[in-house]
T-cell receptor
Framework: EPEVTQTPSHQVTQMGQEVILRCVPISNHLYFYWYRQILGQKVEFLVSFYNNEISEKSEIFDDQFSVERPDGSNFTLKIRSTKLEDSAMYFC?????????????FGAGTRLSVL | SQELEQSPQSLIVQEGKNLTINCTSSKTLYGLYWYKQKYGEGLIFLMMLQKGGEEKSHEKITAKLDEKKQQSSLHITASQPSHAGIYLCGAFHSGTYKYIFGTGTRLKVLA
């Protein structure tokens, strides 16, 4: 079964450092997403991406965040200057199309710990 | 804005018992997805419902979407310890690319 892969599974960083979380979506999918889940809280939408640009973003996705699809396979989330409150599980997801029957598949997540 | 509320927030059942989890939307749903998450891990897709009155089953898990498409229920028959985890309903926010999740239901099954 095709799957979304995320690396690394756990990232530890110092406050103020930049981190890049990587995702390889399913190969024929066109829509890509990042979500965040702070421990014990809801999964929150961060951003959606289509056709090499952001299609929607939440209020959480401020100037310290950016996304990129640098090549045909990777989809990255960059956090420029990490804060303690950025510690969370970050999930990448992808979807074939916009029709409701196009299921969104999630990666296993990257746990980001900011010290 | 659209919200998804789940109930109960947590559930502890004895192995073999049946249980139901509900997901209620503040707006009409155009597709409702159920996921399972083991604590601290990724989300596993379970089922998707689109039409009012639709019901789907996978192994011992059945999900329904009501006729008005504002509520869905997930029913587990003869629960097992392997069913333990957090169950999340999700939907695309009406008219946007934004996806929202329910508040989650934490299920524990006692052997």
């Amino acid at each position: 079964e095709p799957e979304v892969t995320q690396t690394p599974s756990h990232q530890v960083t110092q406050m103020g450092q930049e981190v890049i979380l990587r995702c390889v979506p399913i190969s024929n999918h066109l829509y890509f997403y990042w979500y965040r889940q702070i421990l014990g809280q809801k999964v929150e939408f961060l951003v959606s991406f289509y056709n090499n640009e952001i299609s929607e973003k939440s209020e959480i996705f401020d100037d310290q965040f950016s996304v990129e699809r640098p090549d045909g396979s990777n989809f990255t989330l960059k956090i420029r200057s990490t804060k303690l409150e950025d510690s969370a599980m970050y999930f990448c997801a992808s979807r074939r199309g916009l029709a409701e029957q196009n299921i969104q598949y999630f990666g296993a997540g990257t746990r980001l710990s900011v010290l | 804005s659209q919200e998804l509320e789940q109930s109960p927030q947590s559930l502890i059942v004895q192995e073999g018992k049946n249980l139901t989890i509900n997901c209620t939307s503040s707006k009409t749903l155009y597709g409702l997805y159920w996921y399972k998450q083991k604590y601290g891990e990724g989300l596993i897709f379970l089922m998707m419902l689109q039409k009012g009155g639709e019901e789907k089953s996978h192994e011992k898990i059945t999900a329904k979407l009501d006729e008005k498409k504002q509520q869905s229920s997930l029913h587990i028959t003869a629960s097992q310890p392997s069913h333990a985890g957090i169950y999340l309903c999700g939907a695309f926010h009406s008219g946007t690319y934004k996806y929202i999740f329910g508040t989650g239901t934490r299920l524990k099954v006692l052997a």
